[in-house]
């Protein structure tokens, strides 16, 4: 069975200060995998994804993601924080060999950023 | 942009009482799915629907549950008789026939209130 592991549900950082966001993933064959973000009382919005082609992804709004198998590991970085990054971020895995399969996602990080 | 529509945005039901949350998917896409997040917890995977028949359920997904798509273009979920634990955000989800891409495109959710 595939899984993420979100580590820290919560971070806070400076407007400006790097963001970095923890997954690490568990699956039996080389997995797709995801970043949504939820904006508050909004549904979910991809920012990336790996799907077995380059391992450094980048996103929407500056984030950007690298897979490392070794590490098990797709973590969710941006350069310089901005106060509108602030929402939940939920890593997610799929198995790429069914078509139809669903998307398991973590438990998610809440993202806050202080001026 | 093509988007998935889900109605009610907000729905306050009494305990026992059967409820409909409706989605409308990008209307070339080929699978169908709901997830389930209650306030403040990771979003849960509830059901997954292809070629008009269930393809993938969680144990989330017991009897009280059912999913439809009756006229081609609305996928249901039906809560049958409706226990205070249900409520939560639902969101329906909906992907395209390309195996490559592996990403679920989210509706803005269905609000459930349980009193």
């Known amino acids: 069975a595939q899984s993420v592991t979100q580590l820290g549900s919560h971070v806070s950082v400076s407007e400006g200060a790097l963001v970095l966001l923890r997954c690490n993933y568990s699956s039996s064959v080389p997995p797709y995998l995801f970043w949504y973000v939820q904006y508050p009382n909004q549904g979910l919005q991809l920012l990336l994804k790996y799907t077995s082609a380059a391992t450094l992804v980048k996103g929407i709004n500056g984030f950007e993601a690298e897979f490392k198998k070794s590490e098990t590991s797709f973590h969710l970085t941006k350069p310089s924080a901005h106060m509108s990054d602030a929402a939940e971020y939920f890593c997610?895995?799929?198995?790429?060999?069914?078509?139809?399969?669903?998307?398991?996602f973590g438990k998610g990080t809440t993202l806050s950023v202080s001026s | 942009e093509p988007e998935v529509t889900q109605t009610p945005s907000h729905q306050v039901t009494q305990m026992g009482q059967e409820v409909i949350l409706r989605c409308v998917p990008i209307?070339?896409?080929?699978?169908f799915y709901w997830y389930r997040q209650i306030l403040g917890q990771k979003v849960e995977f509830l059901v997954s629907f292809y070629n008009n028949e269930i393809s993938e359920k969680s144990e989330i997904f017991d009897d009280q549950f059912s999913v439809e798509r009756p006229d081609g273009s609305n996928f249901t979920l039906k809560i049958r008789s409706t226990k205070l634990e249900d409520s939560a955000m639902y969101f329906c989800?909906?992907?395209?026939?390309?195996?490559?891409?592996?990403?679920?495109?989210f509706g803005e959710g269905s609000r459930l209130t349980v009193l």
């Open positions: 209307s070339n896409h080929l699978y």
């Open positions: 997610a895995v799929s198995d790429p060999g069914q078509a139809g399969t669903a998307l398991i």
């Open positions: 989800a909906s992907k395209d026939r390309d195996r490559s891409t592996g990403e679920l495109f």
